[in-house]
């Protein structure tokens, strides 16, 4: 593993045509702020075409949720599916299938915010930061 210049990461995997390719993988930092008197916290990793969220307000992410979801040729929507604990909510099923309908990439989202009412606020700024990371990196 190395880092280029702009400091994302650099990973060989060897892959069916090409064993040499490199993929590249970006860390955002985790962000931490205030939503409703709580404290929010988002990681993103950003991979050559998909995006790894993870939304908590504990100080050790705990993966209670985790969904994905991909955009499709022929939805509008991504398509989205709950891999692990799915709940009447599914707020990490919506957060997954509008972020990869926005981003038009896949997007894996773990979600661990107990109050219903964070959930927009927190779609905003997970939005933001996507924003800002594709802005620092055009060619993506």
């Known amino acids: 593993?190395?880092?280029?210049?702009?400091?994302?990461?650099?990973?060989?995997?060897?892959?069916?045509?090409?064993?040499?390719?490199?993929?590249r993988m970006r860390?955002?930092?985790?962000v931490q702020?205030?939503?409703?008197?709580?404290?929010?916290?988002?990681?993103i990793v950003q991979l050559n075409d998909a995006f790894v969220i993870s939304i908590t307000d504990r100080e050790q992410a705990q993966l209670q949720q985790l969904a994905v979801a991909i955009p499709t040729k022929y939805d509008k929507m991504a398509s989205s599916t709950t891999l692990v604990n799915p709940t009447l909510d599914n707020n990490a099923q919506?957060?997954?299938?509008?972020?990869?309908?926005?981003?038009?990439?896949?997007?894996f989202v773990t979600y661990d915010l107990e109050k219903e009412s964070?959930?927009?606020?927190?779609?905003?700024?997970?939005?933001e930061l996507l924003q800002s990371m594709n802005a620092d990196n055009p060619s993506r």
């Open 1 to 23: 593993m190395a880092l280029d210049d702009s400091g994302i990461m650099l990973l060989r995997v060897p892959q069916r045509h090409n064993r040499n390719s490199l993929h």
């Open 27 to 30: 860390v955002q930092e985790l």
């Open 33 to 43: 702020f205030k939503v409703e008197e709580e404290s929010v916290s988002i990681q």
């Open 94 to 107: 919506k957060m997954a299938k509008l972020l990869a309908t926005k981003t038009e990439k896949q997007v």
């Open 118 to 127: 964070l959930f927009h606020p927190v779609l905003v700024k997970t939005v």
